[in-house]
C-alpha cells in the first residue's frame, strides 16, 4: 500500500498519470504538507526534509564536501527560528516620508541580528532576565560551535589504516635484514609470495601503497584473493589492485601493444607538448644531449628530422593561432552567454600580467539539453603602463573582441579591489553605453572568498594592531611605489589612493622588501619564529626540540598576509608545536647549536600561559571564515550559490562569540571583522545574481531564503527572478533560439 506521501504511486504501487497526481506544495494547492517533526539528531541513512536543513538563518548543508553542514534541531527549542532581515534600498515614490524612515532607507544592507528590533524591554524591569539572556547567548554560541566542529569532523581526512584495510590481510609489515651490509630495512611481504617461496626481491616491498597494489593487479592468483578477501570485508576494489581489463571482454591489445609508427610530424607534437607543458626554452632541441637521446631511442633517425629553435618557435605560434581560431568559432556556436573571471599576476621578475577565463555551458547541437561547463583561457596579457582600471578595461575589451563576445557578455567576477570595480565600469561604457543589455554593476560579480579574507583581516589588525613605525614605513612604502606607477599623479591623487588601500590589493607591508613572514598576533612571536625560520641551525634545534617534547616534528609556518586563510593555518600548526616553542625559547640561549643573537636572547619571546590562551581564541575565531574560504576554493563548480547562506553563517557564528564571556576581551575585534562582512554583505544587493543561482540549485530552490529572510525581501527576491526567466523566454521566442537567453 502506497503511503500517503507517496503522491506518484497508486494503491496497487503502480505509478499513476501526471493527470492523476496531486501536487504538494504548489501555489494554488489547497492541501499543503504537514509540518514536518524535526529529530534532536539526524543519523545517516534517515530521511530528512528540507525545513530541518534551513533550521536556522546559518544553516549548512548536507553534502561532507561542502563546508555546509546539516543543522541539529533541538527537541525542546519549539520556537521559530529568527527570520534574517534582509534589507533592501526602497524605491523612491512621491509619497511623504518621515525623516526616521528616510534615514533608513539610506543605509548599506546589513546582517543586522533582528531580536534587536523585536520587543525591546527595559532591563531595569526585569532584573532576573540577565541569567537568562546570559544563558540564551552561551546557548547560540554552543549551537554555532556545534556546526563548526561536525563540519570539520566530516572534512577530517580518513586515517592511513581505513585507505589500506583493502590490502592489509595480503602483506605483513616486517624489516628485511642486509645479510651483507647488516642494514635493516623497513617494508612489507606478500604473504602469498612468501608462501609460494618467491624469491625475497620480488615480494619484499619498500615503496608506497600504490606499489603493493600494482603488484596485485599483476598477479591473477593474488587478484582472486583479493577480490575474495575484499567480498568477505565488504570493502571495495581499488581500481590500481584491479588488472586491466577486469571485466571486460579481453583483447589481444591487452598483451601486445601496438607500437604507433614514427613520423616527423609526430615528433613535432611531442616536442611541441613538452615545450608548451614544461615551460622550457626553445634551445632544447638545439642542445646536443638532448638531439643525442633522441637518436639513442632511433638510431636512423636524421639530423634533419629534429626541428631546430626557429623551426619549433614558429610551429608554437602557428598552433596558438589555431588554437584561438577553433575556439572563436566554438564560442560563436554556442546558444548562451559566456561569463568571465579576471586576475593581474605580478611574475618573480616583477612583469604584471592580466589573465581574462571565459565560462560557458557547452551542450551539442543534437542533444541541447546536455549540458557541460566549459572554461577557456581568453587572454593573459602583459599590463602595459598602470594598473588602474581603466587601463585593465582596454586589455579587457580586446579579450572579448578577439572572440566576438560582445552581444554575448555575462557575468564578470573578480576581487574587491576598487580598480576592478573601475574597470568593469569603463568596460561596460565601451561595450553598452547607454546599459540596455548589459550592466556593469549589475553583472559585477565579487569574489567573496576575498571578502572573507577581508573580514578576517579585518579581524587580525584590530586584535593585533601593528606598531606606529610599521604604519608610517608602511605608507611611505606605498606612496612611493604609487608615485612610480604613475607618475602624473599629484600628491592629493595619491592620498585619495591611499584612502582606498583597505578595499584594493593588499600589500605585504614590512619594513624591508619581501619580508612577508612577519605574523603579529604578538609582537613577540612573530619575532621569534622569524629568527627560528631564518637560520638553519635553529631549526635543526627545534627540530631536536620537538622530538623531546613528543610532538610532530614538523616545521613552523610562516604568514604572508595576502594569502588567504593562512594566520589560522599558522595558528593551527604553532598551538600544535606549543611544548617544542617553549622548550626552544627557554634553552636556546644556553645551546652551543644555535648561533646567538645580538642584544638579544630567546628567552625575551617565551609566552606565558595567559599569551598560548589568547592565541587559541584567535585561532578558534578565524576556524569559521578558514572553513568557508575552503568551501569556496575546494569546489570544482560555481559556488555562488553558497554566498548568501555562508556570509549569513558567519555573522551569526561571530555574532553569538562576541556575546559571550569567552571572547570578551576580543569582542571589539569580533565586531571589526562583522562590521566588514556586512559591507560585502550588502555589496550583494547591487546584483540579483546571488538569489538567482540560490533558487535555481535543485537541493536549495527558494526554502532556505524562504525560511530566513523577512516576507517583503523574499517577495522581491521571486520577482527579479521572475523578470529574468521571462525576459529569457521572451528573448527566445524573439529570435527563435530554444537555448540562448
Not at 577530517?156 to 609489515?173: G, V
Not at 619594513?511 to 613572514?517: S, V
Not at 537541493?699 to 520577482?719: F, P, R, V
Amino acid at each position: 500500500m502506497a503511503s500517503t506521501d507517496q503522491c506518484a504511486i497508486g494503491a496497487d504501487g503502480q505509478l499513476l498519470d501526471a493527470s492523476k497526481i496531486t501536487f504538494y506544495n504548489d501555489p494554488d494547492d489547497p492541501n499543503p504538507l504537514p509540518a514536518v517533526k524535526l529529530n534532536s539528531t539526524a543519523t545517516g541513512g534517515q530521511a530528512t526534509q528540507i525545513t530541518q536543513f534551513f533550521r536556522k538563518a546559518s544553516s549548512r548543508l548536507t553534502d561532507p564536501n561542502n563546508a555546509e553542514l546539516k543543522c541539529k534541531a533541538s527537541e525542546e527549542d519549539t520556537s521559530r527560528p529568527r527570520a534574517r532581515a534582509r534589507t533592501r534600498h526602497a524605491s523612491t515614490s512621491p509619497e511623504p516620508m518621515d525623516e526616521d524612515k528616510e534615514d533608513s532607507d539610506d543605509e548599506m544592507p546589513g546582517l543586522e541580528d533582528p531580536s534587536d528590533s523585536e520587543g525591546e524591554e527595559d532591563e531595569d524591569d526585569n532584573p532576573t532576565d540577565t541569567d537568562e539572556i546570559s544563558d540564551d547567548v552561551n546557548e547560540a554560541y554552543e549551537r554555532t560551535k556545534a556546526l563548526g566542529d561536525a563540519d570539520r569532523a566530516a572534512m577530517r581526512p580518513r586515517p592511513k589504516a581505513e585507505l589500506t584495510k583493502d590490502i592489509e590481510p595480503i602483506y605483513e609489515e616486517s624489516e628485511l635484514k642486509d645479510s651483507d651490509t647488516g642494514v635493516v630495512t623497513k617494508g612489507y611481504w606478500c604473504r602469498l609470495c612468501k608462501k609460494d617461496k618467491v624469491a625475497t626481491k620480488k615480494c619484499f616491498f619498500t615503496g608506497n601503497v600504490s606499489a603493493r597494489r600494482t603488484h596485485i593487479s599483476r598477479n591473477s592468483n593474488h587478484f582472486e584473493v583479493y577480490k575474495q578477501l575484499c567480498e568477505e570485508n565488504k570493502l571495495p576494489l581499488h581500481p590500481r589492485a584491479t588488472p586491466r581489463g577486469y571485466g571486460q571482454q579481453s583483447t589481444l591489445e591487452g598483451f601486445a601493444t601496438k607500437t604507433p609508427p614514427f613520423t616527423s610530424e609526430g615528433l613535432v607534437d611531442h616536442l611541441v607538448e613538452l615545450m608548451v607543458t614544461e615551460d622550457d626554452a626553445f634551445r632544447l632541441v638545439d642542445k646536443a644531449p638532448f638531439r643525442r637521446v633522441l637518436h639513442y631511442c632511433r638510431p636512423s633517425l636524421k639530423e634533419s628530422d629534429i626541428p631546430h629553435r626557429t623551426k619549433m618557435r614558429g610551429e608554437i605560434l602557428t598552433r596558438a593561432s589555431e588554437a584561438e581560431d577553433r575556439l572563436r568559432e566554438k564560442l560563436s556556436k554556442i546558444p548562451g552567454q559566456v561569463s568571465f573571471t579576471f586576475d593581474t599576476w605580478t611574475s618573480k621578475t616583477g612583469d604584471p600580467f592580466f589573465g581574462v577565463t571565459g565560462h560557458y555551458i557547452d551542450s551539442p547541437p543534437d542533444s541541447p539539453e546536455d549540458w557541460s561547463l566549459k572554461s577557456e583561457q581568453l587572454a593573459y596579457t602583459p599590463i602595459e603602463g598602470n594598473h588602474s582600471g581603466q587601463n585593465l578595461s582596454k586589455i579587457l575589451v580586446r579579450a572579448v573582441d578577439r572572440y566576438d563576445l560582445r552581444e554575448k557578455m555575462g557575468w564578470g567576477t573578480a576581487d574587491n579591489a576598487t580598480n576592478n570595480d573601475t574597470c568593469m565600469k569603463c568596460a561596460g561604457e565601451e561595450v553598452d553605453p547607454l546599459k540596455l543589455r548589459w550592466d556593469p554593476v549589475e553583472r559585477r560579480v565579487r569574489c567573496m572568498e576575498h571578502a572573507v579574507h577581508l573580514a578576517a583581516k579585518h579581524f587580525i589588525d584590530h586584535v593585533s594592531p601593528i606598531s606606529a613605525k610599521a604604519v608610517v614605513a608602511k605608507a611611505k612604502k606605498l606612496r612611493k611605489e604609487l608615485k612610480a606607477a604613475n607618475p602624473d599623479l599629484d600628491d592629493d591623487e595619491i592620498d585619495t589612493l591611499l584612502a582606498a588601500e583597505d578595499d584594493g590589493p593588499e600589500d605585504d607591508g614590512g619594513e624591508n622588501d619581501g619580508n612577508e613572514d612577519e605574523p603579529r598576533p604578538k609582537d613577540a612571536l612573530g619575532k621569534a619564529l622569524a629568527l627560528i625560520r631564518a637560520s638553519p641551525q635553529a631549526q635543526a634545534f627545534f627540530k631536536k626540540m620537538c622530538v623531546e617534547a613528543d610532538v610532530p616534528a614538523l616545521q613552523l609556518l610562516g604568514w604572508i598576509r595576502t594569502r588567504w586563510a593562512l594566520m589560522f593555518t599558522f595558528l593551527d600548526r604553532l598551538i600544535l608545536l606549543r611544548l617544542a616553542v617553549n622548550r626552544f625559547v627557554l634553552l636556546a640561549d644556553d645551546s652551543s647549536e644555535v648561533p646567538n643573537l645580538v642584544k638579544k636572547s630567546y628567552a625575551n619571546f617565551r609566552l606565558s600561559n595567559q599569551d598560548w590562551e589568547h592565541l587559541g581564541r584567535i585561532r578558534e575565531v578565524l576556524q569559521e571564515p578558514a572553513n568557508i574560504q575552503q568551501s569556496f576554493s575546494s569546489s570544482r563548480y560555481p559556488t555562488v550559490w553558497r554566498t548568501l547562506p555562508l556570509l549569513e553563517a558567519l555573522a551569526e557564528t561571530w555574532r553569538n562569540m562576541a556575546a559571550t564571556d569567552r571572547f570578551a576581551d576580543m569582542q571589539d575585534s569580533i565586531y571589526a571583522g562583522l562590521e566588514n562582512i556586512e559591507n560585502w554583505y550588502g555589496k550583494t544587493n547591487d546584483t540579483d545574481v546571488y538569489f538567482i543561482c540560490l533558487a535555481l540549485d535543485p537541493n536549495i530552490k527558494t526554502a532556505y531564503t524562504q525560511e530566513s529572510w523577512n516576507s517583503e525581501a523574499y517577495e522581491e527576491g521571486l520577482a527579479k527572478l521572475e523578470s529574468v526567466v521571462l525576459r529569457c523566454l521572451l528573448h527566445r521566442s524573439h529570435n527563435g533560439n530554444p537555448g540562448r537567453c
